[in-house]
Nanobody, 122 residues
Framework: QVQVVESGGGLVQPGESLRLSCAAS????????MNWYRQAPGKKRVLVAA???????NYPYSLLGRFTISGDYARNTVHLQMNSLQPEDTAVYYC????????????????WGQGTQVTVSL
């Protein structure tokens, strides 16, 4: 079984920073991608940062320069550094890990963490 666990959420004031962490554990061949999503109350879950095991990263244009994803594929961990946080960044943040279960497998499986709450407020 694969477990994905996030940590690092909390309450911060506007303009402050926060760093989220995510660790995947279990038995598998390789992690191919590690991503961060968020879901605000009443809204759909959306991608905020993506990383690949080839070193690539991607962000929505609106978050460029404020959010930075860093994946450590040797340690099966990924971090999300969030700077200049604003109230509209308030959401539950989810870690998504895409895993190739075996060397012979041509497909990847999706795994999600339980989410960590980030609240930006005075």
């Amino acid at each position: 079984q694969v477990q994905v666990v996030e940590s690092g959420g909390g309450l911060v004031q506007p303009g402050e920073s926060l760093r989220l962490s995510c660790a995947a554990s279990g038995t598998f061949f390789r992690i191919t991608r590690m991503n961060w999503y968020r879901q605000a109350p009443g809204k759909k879950r959306v991608l905020v940062a993506a990383s690949g095991n080839d070193g690539t990263t991607n962000y929505p244009y609106s978050l460029l320069g404020r959010f930075t994803i860093s994946g450590d594929y040797a340690r099966n961990t990924v971090h999300l550094q969030m700077n200049s946080l604003q109230p509209e960044d308030t959401a539950v943040y989810y870690c998504n890990v895409q895993i190739r279960p075996s060397e012979a497998s041509s497909v990847v499986d999706d795994y999600w963490g339980q989410g960590t709450q980030v609240t930006v407020s005075l």
